[in-house]
């Protein structure tokens, strides 16, 4: 099994500007993660930087703690300083989720 704490604690920025809708490329992705594991990982991305950002009003606010409204960059900087370890702890899990999900199907992960 991966050890998802490392990698998590490197995807951190990576799921933050996401999350908010700064640019990002998924190349950057790929070579954080390996071509292995970056389908599981593109997916975990996803979920979680979906979950994380709520727009009210047309402005984006922290859905971990609910403060805002914040201008991207405002947000992207909370995001990384304030709940760095919040989005650790929800990439660990999704990844679980995920791989429990297709682990009777591929052993590779």
């Not at 997916?43 to 009210?56: A, D, G, L």
């Not at 402005?59 to 300083?81: D, W």
């Not at 702890?89 to 590779?108: C, G, Q």
């Amino acid at each position: 099994m991966v050890n998802v704490g490392v990698l998590a604690n490197k995807l951190v920025a990576f799921v933050a500007r996401k999350a908010v809708g700064l640019p990002v490329d998924d190349n950057d992705l790929r070579r954080l993660t390996g071509t292995v594991l970056y389908p599981v990982m593109r997916e975990v991305v996803k979920r979680v930087s979906s979950n994380i950002v709520t727009m009210r009003n047309g402005l984006p606010r922290c859905n971990i703690c609910g403060k805002g409204p914040f201008t991207r960059r405002g947000l992207y900087l909370h995001l990384i300083r304030v709940h760095r370890y919040d989005i650790i702890s929800l990439l660990e899990e999704e990844y679980r989720n995920i791989v429990d999900i297709i682990a009777p199907f591929d052993r590779k992960y």
